[in-house]
């Protein structure tokens, strides 16, 4: 069952050879977690959303308001098993028509939705081992830090680190600073200070990514910024963790040869599990 422009259908009878998203990748996506009945972080993912498609110059109807938006989630979440949590996908794309320029900038929404097994956010101490990824590279331009359907740095990056046996990849923008991970954005702890890339460098305008930097800014003797990180940066540090809206928070164990503690990574997770149970 998906959300196929406000109802509920079991196919959405797109026809594949006229979709501007299949053909030209001319789409946004939202990636959400549902919880208890709600929608985290639902007033930034809304505001992400709204700008996302204000840049690509796509025209947002009047009654998509924050209000609508979760309607239509919860809409196909209620028709889903009982279950701890959801993984919701909110995909808008333009109408059919035209090549590169579209023959108007009217959209299309689906939604869909999976069960999550654990509600709250939680990882183990397994081994996390990645590497560079340095086939190809993240641009630093507005268009690299929004969730676009065009994602194939991260594709090809994902299969590069199946074939060599790594949990997953750090991408690179044209500057060969470190932007972020194949499934997520990336902090560093060195000593006492966190470092995130900022947005500028071309990384993703995570959701996720916000909340640890306000959390993490709570923390006191904890110095946070945002700046570039060289790969050279990565051997210095004493934590290196990911984070994303599914997961929350995904500690790195091994770069290369170095291997890392999740001290700081596990206290941000209790924090940020407490902030979203109480919230």
Do not use: W
């Not at 009982?82 to 590169?100: I, L, N, Q």
């Not at 690299?144 to 750090?170: D, F, P, W």
Request: charged share 25%; aromatic share 10%.
């Amino acid at each position: 069952m998906i959300n196929f422009n406000g109802t509920l259908v079991t196919e959405s009878d797109i026809a594949i050879h006229e979709n501007r998203a299949f053909l030209y990748g001319d789409s946004i996506f939202e990636t959400l977690k549902v919880l208890d009945g709600r929608v985290l972080f639902l007033e930034d993912h809304y505001f992400r959303l709204m700008a996302s498609l204000r840049i690509v110059r796509m025209e947002i109807p009047m009654n998509f308001t924050m209000e609508y938006m979760e309607e239509q989630v919860m809409l196909l979440v209620d028709t889903l098993p009982a279950a701890p949590s959801y993984r919701v996908r909110m995909s808008v794309f333009r109408k059919p028509g035209g090549y590169y320029l579209p023959v108007n900038n009217n959209v299309e929404f689906i939604v869909t939705a999976s069960v999550l097994t654990e509600p709250l956010y939680s990882f183990t101490d397994a081994a996390y081992e990645v590497d560079l990824f340095r086939d190809f590279y993240v641009t630093k331009q507005l268009l690299s830090t929004l969730k676009s359907t065009n994602r194939m740095v991260q594709i090809t990056g994902s299969i590069y680190a199946h074939e060599n046996g790594l949990e997953n990849c750090l991408i690179l923008n044209d500057d060969k600073n470190v932007v972020e991970a194949l499934q997520g954005n990336l902090f560093m702890l060195t000593g006492n200070k966190l470092v995130t890339p900022p947005i500028a460098d071309g990384c993703l305008n995570g959701i996720m990514r916000k909340q640890i930097l306000e959390l993490a800014k709570k923390i006191e003797g904890l110095e946070v910024t945002e700046s570039s990180i060289s790969p050279f940066d990565l051997q210095k540090a004493d934590e290196l963790f990911i984070t994303n809206i599914i997961k929350g928070i995904q500690p790195i164990t091994k770069y290369r040869k170095k291997e890392f503690v999740n001290i700081l990574a596990s206290d941000l997770l209790k924090k940020l599990n407490a902030k979203i149970r109480f919230s």
